[in-house]
C-alpha cells in the first residue's frame, strides 16, 4: 500500500520582516518631472490603482496628487523616501515650490468648462518620445503655451472627451498618459501649431522669470503680475487673468501681443 504524498509546509519570515519597509518597485524621478506624476507612475509600478493609492499616503480622494504638487508636508516627503530609496530632498524639488511664481500656477480644477483653464498641460510628442512617459513641471504655469523641444502647443484637455487630465482619479492599472475619463491614449493626439512669434516671446518671459528669480529681485511679483494681465491687453478672455484661461486661449493671447509694436510687457521688465 503506497503513501500518499502531502504538501510540505514550512514556516517563512512574514513579508515585512523580509522587506523592510521599502516597496517592491521604485522609480527615479525624471528631468523635471511633476510630483504628482511621479506619483502615478510610483502606484502602478507597485500594482495600485492611482485612485487607491491616495489611501496608502493616508489622504483624502479627489485631487489628492495635484494638491501634493503645490503643498508637500516635509514628514510625508521623509515616509517616500525611506519607501522608495529615493532622497526627500528629491522628492521636495519635484513640487511646485517657486513662491514668486505660484500666482502663474494653473489652478487646481477637477472639472472645468471649455473657456476656462485646467490644472496641468502636456505635450503629445514628449509623452510618445519619453521612455518612461511624464508629465513635466513646466506644463503646470499658465506662462507656458508650447513645448520648446517640438515647437507645438501644448494641450489641457482630452480630445476625444474634452475632460481635464484625471490620472489621480485612475481606478485601473492603467498608465498616466491615457485619459482616465474615456481611455484615450493621449500621445496620439495631433500636433497644435503655434506661431513663431509668440514662441519666442513665450521663451523671452521663461528666461527672463528665471534670471529674476536667480537674481532675488522684488521686481519678480510686478513681472508676474503683468504676465497675470495679458489677456486684458490684448483683449483675450473678457479680462479673466491669464492663469484661468484655457491652453487655447493663452495661445491666442501670446500671438497677439507678439504681434503688438509697442508691447509695454517686455520693454518694462526688469
Not at 185 to 206: F, Q, T
Not at 226 to 234: E, I, W
Request: proline share 6%.
Amino acid at each position: 500500500m503506497s503513501r500518499e504524498t502531502g504538501f510540505a509546509i514550512e514556516i517563512r519570515e512574514r513579508y515585512l520582516d523580509v522587506v523592510g519597509d521599502r516597496w517592491p518597485a521604485a522609480l527615479s524621478p525624471q528631468p523635471d518631472e511633476l510630483l504628482s506624476s511621479w506619483l502615478h507612475r510610483l502606484a502602478i509600478a507597485n500594482g495600485v490603482a492611482p485612485r487607491s493609492f491616495a489611501g496608502v499616503l493616508g489622504l483624502g480622494g479627489g485631487m489628492w496628487s495635484p494638491r501634493l504638487d503645490v503643498r508637500l508636508p516635509h514628514e510625508l516627503a521623509a515616509w517616500l523616501g525611506v519607501r522608495t530609496g529615493v532622497a526627500p530632498e528629491a522628492i521636495s524639488a519635484m513640487a511646485m515650490t517657486e513662491g514668486a511664481l505660484a500666482p502663474l500656477l494653473l489652478p487646481l480644477r477637477e472639472t472645468a468648462c471649455r473657456s476656462r483653464s485646467t490644472w496641468t498641460q502636456f505635450c503629445a510628442l514628449c509623452l510618445a518620445e519619453d521612455r518612461a512617459p511624464y508629465f513635466r513641471r513646466s506644463w503646470r504655469l499658465a506662462s507656458r503655451i508650447s513645448c520648446f523641444r517640438h515647437g507645438c502647443g501644448l494641450r489641457d484637455r482630452c480630445p476625444a472627451c474634452h475632460g481635464a487630465i484625471a490620472p489621480f482619479a485612475q481606478t485601473d492599472l492603467i498608465p498616466h498618459y491615457v485619459c482616465a475619463r474615456c481611455g484615450f491614449d493621449l500621445r496620439g493626439v495631433a500636433k497644435i501649431s503655434v506661431e513663431a512669434s509668440a514662441r519666442r516671446l513665450e521663451r523671452s518671459i521663461d528666461d527672463i522669470c528665471k534670471a529674476e528669480i536667480a537674481k532675488g529681485s522684488p521686481t519678480i511679483h510686478e513681472w508676474v503680475a503683468r504676465l497675470l494681465r495679458v489677456p486684458v491687453v490684448v483683449g483675450v478672455g473678457s479680462g479673466r487673468p491669464l492663469a484661468n484661461l484655457p491652453a487655447s486661449a493663452r495661445i491666442r493671447c501670446f500671438e497677439r501681443l507678439a504681434q503688438r509694436a509697442d508691447d509695454g510687457l517686455i520693454a518694462g521688465a526688469g
